[in-house]
């Protein structure tokens, strides 16, 4: 059986919206957290180098009310920006904020967005191929972090730009 995870929808999600919003012909990867320099992802996915892309952590959070069925989570972002003009991370940030800051209009359209998609020729899969399971959103909103400067450290992350995100989520199966 598959199993539900919301973070492979708002990924799916982001990186068909804000390239469809900037107009901008570009793919916008998004990779798990794992102990990889900046430098080794840019590596083995090239066209990444060129590109934003994205490193993201899912966090649970603790429950709120005694209902145990609508899970509060976290997805934490870090964009990245390795080469070229870096207009095009902030721009990308603020979409992002657009998209997901405004609670239970933006899960609504993640709703929509991710059953289309489950319903499409090219659905999201889980590592056995089967379809994942369709999580129902309640609200998103996100934070942006002020240490993101102190992540940018040229001499070792070669990193151009970077931006890192929090988006604040409510779900349910």
Not at 33 to 57: G, H, M, R, W
């Amino acid at each position: 059986m598959a199993i539900y995870y919301p973070p492979a929808f708002i990924n799916s999600y982001l990186a068909q919206a804000v390239p469809d919003t900037l107009g901008a012909d570009f793919v916008f990867p998004f990779f798990p957290t794992s102990p990889t320099a900046i430098e080794d992802l840019t590596v083995s996915f090239p066209d990444a180098a060129n590109n934003i892309f994205a490193v993201y952590d899912r966090m649970f959070k603790m429950r709120k009310t005694p209902f145990p069925h609508i899970k509060s989570e976290q997805l934490l972002y870090y964009f990245y920006k390795t080469s070229g003009d870096p207009v095009q991370l902030i721009e990308a940030t603020q979409v992002i904020q657009d998209l997901l800051d405004r609670e239970d209009e933006s899960a609504q359209e993640l709703n929509s967005f991710s059953v289309a998609k489950q319903a499409s020729a090219n659905p999201l899969l889980d590592d056995k191929g089967e379809v994942r399971p369709t999580p129902f959103f309640h609200r998103i909103k996100i934070y942006q972090l002020e240490e993101t400067r102190d992540l940018i450290d040229f001499g070792t992350a070669r990193t151009y730009a970077g931006n890192k995100i929090i988006i604040d989520y409510d779900w349910h199966k």
